[in-house]
Each structure stands twice: as structure tokens, then as C-alpha cells.
């Protein structure tokens, strides 16, 4: 099966610092999602990337996916309390069917 | 549509006893996952269905575990009989096709 390995695993960052996420697969990805989850809620859909190279940004948040899509990162920009949260990439196996798995997720936190 | 809606949002029962999760899917949609959340284990899928029928059941840990989708409309997750080391976040989510799945809020069980 598809191993999403995320990190890293925790992230304390200073408000209106950078920083970046890593998702890293064991196998091609077919299909790579960014979601966010602020504790006990569920998950919100960030961005979804299927292309080598394909990169998507929305306000202060960049995705990528590496040419042999095998990687991707987020980047965040100028980071706010706003952005603090668990994040999780999840990725679809290939084959007929959508199985769509997840990372261990990032836990970010942002110190104002 | 108001999105995968799960029930019941908080569950507490004791060891021993059946526990039935439901999840209503988005009208539409062909594929219905459901997924448990741990600080350890993180996110993990347990089942998932397409058109109602399930296609990969693997990640389901143990027999006590079971999932029906007896509709389009309607799954259930139903635990017999319950540990304490099943108390985690139960999600389900839907989505149509090979495009990004939607997360219901989520059940959070308590097993004493």
C-alpha cells in the first residue's frame, strides 16, 4: 500500500515567519490533497495536485508537486495564528478504484 | 447540500457494548470512506465503498468491526463489542469520482 511519510511531525513557528511541510511517497502519486483540521473538527479541503511540477497557490499558501510526483510541499507564507492547525496530505493510489490515504498529518502552531 | 453529515458527534459507552456510527454522503456522490483518528496512529482508512459496494476492507482492525452501505445515501460502522483502545475520532467522508473528498465533522468515541 501507499506510505505517506509527512514532516515534519511538529511546528512551532513565530507569527509572520515561513515555513514549509514536506509529503514524501514511497510510490508515484496519482492525485495529492492538502487538507487542514483544526482539533476535534474535520478535515477542509486545501488544494489538490495531479501534475509533475504542478505548483497552486490560494492567499498566503503554495502547494507543489515534484516533477516525478513522489513529492510535494506546502509553503506558507508570512504565517498568522489563522494558519495553525494540523495539516495532512492525502494521496490516491493508482488502478481503478480512488483509495485515498493520508499522512500522519503536521501539527502547526503559530506564537503570535 | 449540507455535506457528509455523521452521527452521533460524541459517543460514550462502556466496554462491551455495540457501538453504530452513521454517515449520510453527499447526495452524488459514488465513493464513501470512513476513517479513524488516533494521536498515534493518525489517520487512518479503514473501508472504503464505491456505488455502495465495498472495495477494500483491509484497513479494518479487527472482526468487531463491520460496515454496511445499504444505500446511496446511508453507511453505518458498527463496532461489537467495544475495546477502550477503540475510543478514537471516526470520520466519514464522500466524494464523486477521482476529485477531492468532503469530511463530515466527525464522531468522537469514548470506550471506559
Known amino acids: 500500500s501507499q506510505e505517506l511519510e509527512q514532516s515534519p511531525q511538529s511546528l512551532i513557528v513565530q507569527e509572520g515567519k515561513n515555513l514549509t511541510i514536506n509529503c514524501t511517497s514511497s510510490?508515484?502519486?496519482?492525485?495529492l490533497y492538502w487538507y487542514k483540521q483544526k482539533y476535534g473538527e474535520g478535515l477542509i479541503f486545501l488544494m489538490m495536485?495531479?501534475?509533475?511540477?504542478e505548483e497552486k497557490s490560494h492567499e498566503k499558501i503554495t502547494a507543489k508537486l515534484d516533477e516525478k510526483k513522489q513529492q510535494s510541499s506546502l509553503h506558507i507564507t508570512a504565517s498568522q495564528p489563522s494558519h495553525a492547525g494540523i495539516y495532512l496530505c492525502?494521496?490516491?493510489?493508482?488502478?481503478?478504484?480512488?483509495?485515498?490515504?493520508f499522512g500522519k498529518g503536521t501539527l502547526l502552531t503559530v506564537n503570535p | 447540500d449540507a455535506g457528509v453529515i455523521q452521527s452521533p458527534r460524541h459517543e460514550v459507552t462502556e466496554m462491551g457494548q455495540e457501538v453504530t456510527l452513521r454517515c449520510k454522503p453527499i447526495?452524488?456522490?459514488?465513493?464513501l470512506f470512513w476513517y479513524r483518528q488516533t494521536m498515534m496512529r493518525g489517520l487512518e482508512l479503514l473501508i472504503y465503498?464505491?456505488?455502495?459496494?465495498?472495495?477494500?476492507d483491509s484497513g479494518m482492525p479487527e472482526d468487531r468491526f463491520s460496515a454496511k452501505m445499504p444505500n446511496a445515501s446511508f453507511s453505518t460502522l458498527k463496532i461489537q463489542p467495544s475495546e477502550p483502545r477503540d475510543s478514537a475520532v471516526y470520520f466519514c467522508?464522500?466524494?464523486?469520482?477521482?476529485?477531492?473528498?468532503?469530511f463530515g465533522q466527525g464522531t468522537r468515541l469514548t470506550v471506559v
Open positions: 467522508a464522500s466524494s464523486l469520482g477521482y476529485t477531492l473528498a468532503f
Open positions: 510510490k508515484t502519486l496519482y492525485g
Open positions: 495536485l495531479q501534475k509533475g511540477g
Open positions: 492525502g494521496a490516491v493510489s493508482g488502478g481503478s478504484n480512488y483509495k485515498l490515504t
Open positions: 447526495s452524488g456522490h459514488d465513493y
Open positions: 465503498f464505491n456505488n455502495n459496494v465495498p472495495i477494500d
